[in-house]
C-alpha cells in the first residue's frame, strides 16, 4: 500500500494556548469522546497492574476527568464468574463516571462479547489495546501485535462497535507502529483511518514503537503529525508525561485533543490538578505531608473494601513506593512501605514517616 501521508506536508507547530506572556492564559479545549463529556483534556490511561478501582476513585477524587482500568484480556472477560476475587475488575462506582474499560485479545470474535460485558457493567467508554509491547501479548498475538496486520485489527474494532450501544464511544490505543520501517507506518495510518471510518470516537497514541518498548523518548513529532492528519478527529497523546508542564507542553507542542497521563500519575494523583492549576495561571497544587497521609489512607481503605488484607497490602505497597518520591526523605520511607507485611506495619510505616493518626 502507498505512504498514505507521503504527501502530508508537516505545519508547524500549533500555536501554543500556553503564552507565557499572556495575562490570562487561554483555557484548553474541553475534551469529548464522542458522546462523553470528558472536560479538562488531561486524563488518566490505562496501567496494567496499577488503574484498579482504588486507583482509579483516588485519581477521580482528585481531579482526572476521566480514567481507564487495566487492560483485560477478553477471554478473561468472558470466563469472570461473581467470585470475590476477581469480580473487582467489573466494578464500577458512581462516583467514577465517566470510565473507560480496555480489552486485549487475539480473535475477533471474543471482542464483541467481552466489550458488551464490560458496558453491561457500567464502564462507559471500551477502549481497545493495539499497543501492548510485553512478551506474552505479543507473543500471544494480541496487544501491539495488531499492528502489524491491519485487516485482522479492523475487524476487531467493526466487532466492538457492532456489538455495544451506539451511544458507547469505542476508541483504541495504539503506539506509533510495530517498528520504524515504512510499511510499519503504512499500517498504523491504515489502522488509524480504518477505525475512524468503522465509528470509533477517538485514538490515543503513545509515541513509541512496539519494538522501542520503553528506550527512547516518545516522539511527540509524530503525533503532532498525527493529529493534522486526523484534523476533526479526536488523538490523544501518550508518552514521557511526568510533571503538569509536560501535560500543557504536549497539547502545545502536537495539538492533540487530550493527554493520557501514564506513569506521571502513579504516586502523584494530584497531577491532573495540578495541570489545571497551570493551565489557569495558578501555582499548581503541592500536597503537604499531611494530605500524602491522608491520600496514601484513603486508597488502602479502598483496597481493603475490594481486596483481602495480603492482596491489599500487595497493592498499596506498589503506590506507596510511588508516593514516596514526593516525600523529604524518599529513599527510606520507600524502603519502609517496601518492607511493611501487615496491615498494622503499614499504617505504622505512614504514621512514622508522615505523623498521620
Ligand atoms: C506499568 C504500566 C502499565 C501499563 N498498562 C497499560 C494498559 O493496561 N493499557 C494500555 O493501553 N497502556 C498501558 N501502559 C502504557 C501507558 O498507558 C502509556 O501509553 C505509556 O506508559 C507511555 O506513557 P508515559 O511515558 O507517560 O508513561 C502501561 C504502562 C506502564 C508503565
Not at 88 to 101: F, Q, S
Not at 210 to 230: C, T
Not at 315 to 332: G, Q, S, T
Request: charged letters at 25%; aromatic letters at 8%.
Amino acid at each position: 500500500m502507498a505512504n498514505v501521508n507521503s504527501d502530508l506536508k508537516l505545519l508547524p507547530p500549533p500555536i501554543c494556548s500556553r503564552d507565557e506572556s499572556a495575562a490570562v492564559p487561554s483555557a484548553p479545549r474541553p475534551l469529548k469522546i464522542g458522546p462523553v463529556e470528558i472536560g479538562f483534556p488531561v486524563v488518566q490511561a490505562a496501567l496494567s497492574g496499577y488503574s484498579d478501582w482504588p486507583m482509579r476513585v483516588i485519581a477521580r477524587r482528585l481531579g482526572a476527568p476521566y480514567t481507564i482500568a487495566e487492560v483485560l484480556i477478553d477471554r478473561f472477560v468472558l470466563d469472570l464468574k461473581d467470585r470475590a476475587r476477581t469480580k473487582h475488575h467489573l466494578r464500577v462506582t458512581d462516583e467514577e463516571h465517566p470510565v473507560g474499560a480496555q480489552l486485549m485479545g487475539s480473535e475477533p470474535k471474543d471482542f464483541g462479547p467481552a466489550a458488551t460485558r464490560l458496558v453491561e457493567s457500567g464502564f462507559d467508554v471500551i477502549d481497545i489495546n493495539f499497543g501492548c509491547p510485553v512478551k506474552s501479548a505479543v507473543g500471544g498475538c494480541r496487544g501491539g501485535y495488531h499492528l502489524s496486520q491491519p485487516e485482522t485489527a479492523l475487524e476487531i474494532v467493526s466487532r466492538v462497535r457492532d456489538a455495544v450501544p451506539s451511544d458507547v464511544p469505542v476508541t483504541v490505543k495504539m503506539r506509533r507502529g510495530i517498528d520504524d520501517s515504512d510499511e510499519s507506518r503504512d499500517r498504523f495510518f491504515e489502522i488509524l483511518d480504518g477505525a475512524f471510518e468503522r465509528g470509533v470516537a477517538g485514538v490515543t497514541i503513545h509515541g513509541r514503537t512496539v519494538e522501542q518498548k520503553y528506550v527512547g523518548p516518545s516522539n511527540w513529532d509524530f503525533l503532532r503529525e498525527v493529529k493534522q492528519h486526523a484534523g476533526e478527529r479526536t488523538i490523544i497523546g501518550s508518552g514521557d508525561v511526568f510533571t503538569a508542564e509536560a501535560c500543557l507542553d504536549m497539547l502545545c507542542h502536537t495539538g492533540v485533543d487530550g493527554v493520557s497521563v501514564a506513569r506521571g500519575a502513579i504516586g502523584n494523583p494530584w497531577i491532573f490538578r495540578q495541570t489545571q492549576d497551570l493551565a489557569a495561571g495558578r501555582e499548581p497544587y503541592s500536597p503537604d505531608l499531611a494530605e500524602q497521609a491522608r491520600v496514601l489512607k484513603m486508597q488502602f481503605d479502598l483496597c481493603l473494601q475490594i481486596y483481602d488484607e495480603r492482596k491489599a497490602l500487595a497493592a498499596i505497597r506498589k503506590h506507596a513506593v510511588k508516593f514516596a518520591r514526593l516525600h523529604p526523605h524518599p529513599e527510606e520511607t520507600r524502603n519502609a512501605f517496601a518492607a511493611a507485611m501487615s496491615r498494622d506495619s503499614w499504617l505504622a510505616v505512614l504514621e512514622t514517616a508522615y505523623g498521620s493518626e
